[in-house]
Antibody
Framework: EVQLVESGGGLVQPGGSLRLSCAASGFTFSDYWMSWVRQAPGKGLEWVAHIKHDGSVKWYVDSVRGRFTVARDNAANSLYLQLNTLRAEDTAVYYC???????WGQGTLVTVSS | DVVMTQSPLSLPVTLGQPASISCRSSQSVVYSDGNSYLSWFQQRPGQSPRRLIYEVSNRDSGVPDRFSGSGSGTDFTLKISRVEAEDVGVYYCMQGTRWPYTFGQGTELEIK
């Protein structure tokens, strides 16, 4: 069964950092681009970051560029998102997604608040 | 950025009746390979999004055939031939042609 399981969310103060992880199973992880998509409470969807199969190409939405870093470990079938200098507006459920979002995880909630 | 505009934003539908959602992009979503990377997603209450349609009109595995996608260039449509209770939720279109990939605002489908 194809599965994506996110972890690492939580409550963090403004300016703080957090590292999200996504464990993939049921498919050949290294064959796919992988992405992070977020959804603020009661709001729509926003594509945050996108990383090529081998990690050589990374794209970020303007609102997170320079603060967030996407990475992957193909040997560990894992995707990561390092969130630095967090702001209140980064509060959202963060989803891991495969390719052009054919498969989604259950999401992990990041709350930025003092 | 490519702006995706959906209409209507709220869609009350009687069970068994058809439903249609429009999505317009601010720029063509035709990629250099000739494909249009326009997808539709369903998000049921309390669940993760689920992709229904990719590349305008291709249904994902397990998606009922009452869902269909059509369109070209900048105008796209998701149709549900006969709405069922399990179709309640928010529907999003998304373009995956130009970075950053962008979603429409969402259309909330409810049963009348």
């Amino acid at each position: 069964e194809v599965q994506l399981v996110e972890s690492g969310g939580g409550l963090v103060q403004p300016g703080g950092s957090l590292r999200l992880s996504c464990a993939a199973s049921g498919f050949t992880f290294s064959d796919y681009w992988m992405s992070w998509v977020r959804q603020a409470p009661g709001k729509g969807l926003e594509w945050v970051a996108h990383i090529k199969h081998d990690g050589s190409v990374k794209w970020y939405v303007d609102s997170v560029r320079g603060r967030f870093t996407v990475a992957r470990d193909n040997a560990a079938n894992s995707l990561y998102l390092q969130l630095n200098t967090l702001r209140a507006e980064d509060t959202a459920v963060y989803y891991c997604a495969r390719g052009s979002a054919a498969v989604w995880g259950q999401g992990t909630l990041v709350t930025v608040s003092s | 950025d490519v702006v995706m505009t959906q209409s209507p934003l709220s869609l009350p539908v009687t069970l068994g009746q058809p439903a249609s959602i429009s999505c317009r992009s601010s720029q063509s979503v035709v990629y250099s390979d000739g494909n249009s990377y326009l997808s539709w997603f369903q998000q049921r209450p309390g669940q993760s999004p689920r992709r229904l349609i990719y590349e305008v009109s291709n249904r994902d595995s397990g998606v009922p055939d009452r869902f269909s996608g059509s369109g070209s260039g900048t105008d796209f449509t998701l149709k549900i031939s006969r709405v069922e209770a399990e179709d309640v939720g928010v529907y999003y279109c998304m373009q995956g042609t130009r970075w950053p990939y962008t979603f429409g605002q969402g259309t909330e489908l409810e049963i009348k």
